[in-house]
């Protein structure tokens, strides 16, 4: 019932900014929480970032607190992460995801769009 796909993605150089889109399909989009994670070569799927269906209540890794920001427009059907002072170990797939709950852990989202590529060189 919820179709994602992110977008925004590409290749930069340590220290620039990226934003993130992930547009969202579905009447009920409104009343879902979001979330971003990501996952880098060999290592699991990580949180990054997530937002209350509202937009009210947000969650950061630590690794992120200071430097992404996610936010979400429900009349246009999309979330989006602002990440600033790219690092090299931020390169990885981003994903976006929808649970009926903010969780951050991956099992706990029920929609995943196909992820989008972001590689920070050093």
């Known amino acids: 019932q919820v179709q994602l796909v992110e977008s925004g993605g590409g290749l930069v150089q340590a220290g620039v900014s990226l934003r993130l889109s992930c547009a969202a399909s579905g009447r009920t989009f409104s009343t879902y929480a979001m979330g971003w994670f990501r996952q880098a070569p060999g290592k699991e799927r990580e949180f990054v970032a997530a937002i209350s269906w509202g937009g009210g209540s947000t969650a950061y890794a630590d690794s992120v607190k200071d430097r992404f920001a996610i936010s979400r427009d429900n009349a246009k059907n999309t979330v989006y992460l602002q990440m600033n002072n790219l690092k090299p170990e931020d390169t990885a797939v981003y994903y976006c995801?929808?649970?009926?709950?903010?969780?951050?852990?991956?099992?706990?989202?029920?929609?995943w769009g196909q992820g989008t590529q972001v590689t920070v060189s050093s």
């Open positions: 995801a929808a649970t009926k709950v903010m969780m951050v852990a991956v099992a706990e989202y029920d929609y």
